[in-house]
């Protein structure tokens, strides 16, 4: 009798361990989907938010190019044409970083765990050890 309880308490264990893999490959697929488009708008808020600083107010032609290039990678990361309209210079800065926001946002869609998942690319407080994911069971 407790050689089928364990043998049933292994199964159940096996079981629980596969589905934390299958959870933990999605997690991982959808942070690197996400990762490179994200990444790319962060840089960009970034100098935008240093343009604003200087009072530039409207961004620069020169950024075209950077702009076209984030608008293959986000045509690419699924971002529906509508979104990507508002990505373009000559436009006043504060306003393309909150199109920037919301194409984040929906990229997210609003789902929390996704959010969390992005957080834990950040790294430790050291600088050199990225975090490591929690492993759910």
């Known amino acids: 009798m407790a050689v089928m309880r364990s043998v049933g308490?292994?199964?159940?264990?096996?079981?629980?361990?596969?589905?934390?893999?299958?959870?933990?490959?999605?997690?991982?697929?959808?942070?690197?989907?996400?990762?490179r488009p994200m990444a790319l708008?962060?840089?960009l808020i970034s100098d935008l938010e240093i343009l604003n600083l200087k009072r530039v107010y409207r961004v620069p032609i020169s950024y075209e190019t950077r702009l076209l290039q984030l608008r293959v990678?986000?045509?690419?990361?699924?971002?529906?044409?509508?979104?990507?309209?508002?990505?373009?210079?000559?436009?006043?800065?504060?306003r393309l970083m909150d199109q920037l926001y919301a194409i984040q946002e929906s990229l997210l869609g609003g789902?929390?765990?996704?959010?969390d998942a992005l957080a834990r690319l950040d790294y430790d407080d050291a600088g050199n050890q990225p975090l490591q994911l929690p492993v759910r069971i």
Do not use: C, K, S
């Open 73 to 94: 990678v986000l045509d690419d990361a699924g971002v529906p044409p509508g979104e990507l309209e508002g990505v373009r210079t000559r436009i006043r800065i504060v």
């Open 9 to 35: 308490f292994m199964a159940q264990a096996n079981a629980e361990i596969r589905a934390a893999q299958r959870q933990h490959e999605v997690d991982r697929a959808r942070r690197w989907r996400l990762g």
């Open 41 to 43: 708008i962060d840089q």
């Open 111 to 115: 789902d929390r765990d996704a959010t």
